[in-house]
């Protein structure tokens, strides 16, 4: 399996939490940009949050900074999307996405990443 593989999408009320995970299906995630993307319906699919390999450094878009934490546990190389305060506008398939090895590219371009997996929906109730 060289997909990241997500799961922990489920229907929630507003302002809720929920925890996404994403095996990333490489030997030392440590050694892989790790991000988060959402698409809506009808609407482009737009980054989330990434943790870059180099530093562990996080990113966050706009619309979820303070209310989202990305972490990684590089033992079970596995990521983690904690959303906190959801909204129905948080509303998307969530997708796990793994750059290349030592990706130098931007944590939030989607362009940067090779592998991505079959994404997860989470649904946001009013």
């Known amino acids: 399996q060289v997909q990241p593989v997500e799961s922990g999408g489920k229907l929630v009320q507003t302002g809720d939490s929920l925890t996404l995970s994403c095996v990333a299906s490489a030997r030392t995630v440590n050694m892989y940009t790790m991000g988060w993307f959402r698409q809506a319906p009808g609407r482009e699919r737009e980054a989330v949050a990434a943790v870059s390999w180099e530093n562990e450094g996080t990113y966050y878009s706009d619309s979820v900074k303070g209310r989202f934490t990305i972490s990684r546990d590089n033992a079970k190389n596995t990521v983690y999307l904690q959303m906190n305060s959801l909204k129905p506008e948080d509303t998307a398939i969530y997708y796990c996405?793994?750059?290349?090895?030592?990706?130098?590219?931007?944590?939030?371009?989607?362009?940067?990443?090779?592998?991505w997996g079959q994404g997860t929906q989470v649904t946001v109730s009013s």
């Open positions: 996405a793994r750059s290349t090895y030592l990706s130098n590219g931007p944590p939030l371009d989607s362009r940067t990443y090779h592998y």
